[in-house]
């Protein structure tokens, strides 16, 4: 979340109840109740202990900080037919950042967040840096599924295309960003009261795309720089796997024996199904 808006939110008076959507990996600790797919036992996790955090560990009691509690983090999926598990209007303010770009259908969310609070606060990466190649070669974040566009108090989600990749007519040069935008260009965000407008436009999208590109007025010298900066990358990646062939990978012990993604969707899985099955 941008740094300056959190501490807006954080500054929401003391009796506002406050639901965070989509918070598990980095919980809001304004918030007084999450809503996650995954268990509160592995919050904090997923960007915190990915190779740096023994897999023994886990946070099942209130950590420094916590508004929410083991009994209000609510386990539910945002995209699933039924509704959130809430009454209308429950909440003061509803947070979901960095959450609507990832998931099957936002349209349905975005229902969803308007009908349980009064007002809230939506964030996603900015349609520039979903469509901004990287030096790998792939444009964008590859687990994103939309591409996002606030205006005013209105929300566009546009799908990612797999045609991003194949012609400068449709990415941004990486480049261009880094010499010509500031980081506050890299997300898009909206503070809303009572309502607010979302769509998934209808358009060609080759078009469409096309047209937003032509836009931004990108310099050609922009596009020659990625493509040397795409060679870095291929060589770096080349000299990589020859030290891995020099150097073998250590084997794992206990002591680096740390969490990955697969075995953390498996331990979340596990606790989900224990609950489950106590019930």
């Known amino acids: 979340m941008w740094e300056a808006n959190r501490q807006k939110i954080n500054a929401l008076a003391d009796d506002k109840r406050v639901l965070d959507i989509g918070g598990w990996a980095e919980p809001l600790l304004r918030a ?6 995954f268990p509160y036992e592995t919050r904090s996790l997923g960007y915190h202990g990915i190779g740096c955090i023994p897999r023994s560990v886990t946070y099942p009691e209130p ?5 929410f509690t083991r ?4 386990i539910h999926d945002i995209c699933s037919q039924s509704p959130f598990p809430f009454p209308d209007k429950m909440f003061d303010f509803v947070v979901c950042s960095h959450t609507l770009e990832d998931v099957r259908d936002p349209i349905r969310a975005c229902n969803e967040i308007m009908r349980v609070g009064r007002a809230g606060y939506i964030e996603t990466p900015a349609r520039l840096w979903e469509q901004t190649m990287r030096p790998s070669g792939i444009v ?3 687990h994103h599924r939309w591409m996002v566009q606030i205006e ?5 989600f546009y799908g990612k295309p797999h045609f991003l990749h194949t012609s400068k007519n449709y990415y941004v040069p990486n480049a261009f960003v880094k010499n010509e935008r ?12 009572d309502s607010f407008s979302f769509e998934e436009p209808s358009t060609y999208w080759n078009t469409e795309v096309a047209n937003y590109i032509s836009t931004l007025n990108i310099q050609k010298k922009y596009y ?8 870095r990358h291929r060589w770096w990646h080349l000299e990589e796997k020859m030290l891995r062939v020099i150097k073998p990978k250590p084997t794992i012990t206990k002591d680096n024996d740390c969490w990955t993604w697969e075995a953390l ?11 489950i099955a106590k019930q």
């Open 32 to 37: 007084n109740y999450i809503m996650d797919v």
């Open 63 to 67: 950590r420094n900080g916590e508004r």
């Open 71 to 74: 009994d209000t983090w609510v």
């Open 140 to 142: 964008g974040e590859g």
């Open 152 to 156: 005013e108090n209105t929300i566009r």
């Open 182 to 193: 500031i980081d506050e260009d890299k997300v898009t965000f909206l503070f809303w009261e």
């Open 224 to 231: 020659l720089q990625d493509r040397i900066m795409k060679l």
């Open 265 to 275: 969707i498996t331990v979340s899985n596990d606790i989900l199904s224990n609950k």
